[in-house]
T-cell receptor, first 114, second 113 residues
Framework: DTAVSQTPKYLVTQMGNDKSIKCEQN?????MYWYKQDSKKFLKIMFS???????INETVPNRFSPKSPDKAHLNLHINSLELGDSAVYFC?????????????FGPGTRLTVT | AQSVAQPEDQVNVAEGNPLTVKCTYS??????LFWYVQYPNRGLQFLLK??????LVKGSYGFEAEFNKSQTSFHLKKPSALVSDSALYFC???????????FGAGTTVTVRA
């Protein structure tokens, strides 16, 4: 059973398009996250939701919009894609936001903008 | 503010030799410290964490890490490295008063046979 799953695994699209990445966790966790890993492997938090409430909203372009329909799902919608958006996007979850508990990561979605 | 530094981009060791991956941190409060490993084309996997108590923590796959408050360090160690330990290792810190987990830049470990 996959704990944190993401779809799609690969996404190739052209500049200017709008795309979404979906994330689901079956761990019963309250908190979910989106991270961006760039080509140099730097990992940066983008957003976090705790039980459908936004608790972390880093400085990212407003073309990026997270949506959490319920605490098991956190989707990432990206408008007007740019070349610089090419990266691997990771979803993660943890039992609570902050605190002592570790995060569980999905397999990643490799986004390539051409 | 919180931050993590991993001073080595790469660590190369021979199989069977000890492996150390260095990490130093900066927080305003007390730190919660974590190590994760990323294999090629995979997500991050949790290895171990320090929350409080014993400064030496043991984790998955024979890894351990030592918390040193005076040196603000949390180095990852394995007494005898395996070729299968070759991967990208991330140190991460969370201040006790922060939701965010801040990651270091990562250290690529290569274990040669």
């Amino acid at each position: 059973d996959t704990a944190v799953s993401q779809t799609p695994k690969y996404l190739v699209t052209q500049m200017g398009n709008d795309k979404s990445i979906k994330c689901e966790q079956n761990l019963g966790h309250d908190t979910m996250y989106w991270y961006k890993q760039d080509s140099k492997k730097f990992l940066k938090i983008m957003f976090s939701y705790n039980n459908k409430e936004l608790i972390i909203n880093e400085t990212v372009p407003n073309r990026f919009s997270p949506k959490s329909p319920d605490k098991a799902h956190l989707n990432l919608h990206i408008n007007s894609l740019e070349l610089g958006d090419s990266a691997v996007y990771f979803c993660a979850s943890s039992p609570i936001g902050g605190g002592t508990r570790e995060q569980y990561f999905g397999p990643g979605t490799r986004l390539t903008v051409t | 503010a919180q931050s993590v530094a991993q001073p080595e981009d790469q660590v190369n060791v021979a199989e069977g030799n000890p492996l150390t991956v260095k990490c130093t941190y900066s927080v305003s409060g007390n730190p919660y410290l974590f190590w994760y490993v990323q294999y090629p084309n995979r997500g991050l996997q949790f290895l171990l964490k320090y929350i409080t108590g014993d400064n030496l923590v043991k984790g998955s796959y024979g890894f351990e890490a030592e918390f040193n408050k005076s040196q603000t360090s949390f180095h990852l160690k394995k007494p005898s490295a395996l070729v299968s330990d070759s991967a990208l290792y991330f140190c991460a810190v969370r201040d006790t008063n922060d939701y965010k987990l801040s990651f270091g830049a990562g250290t690529t470990v290569t274990v040669r046979a």
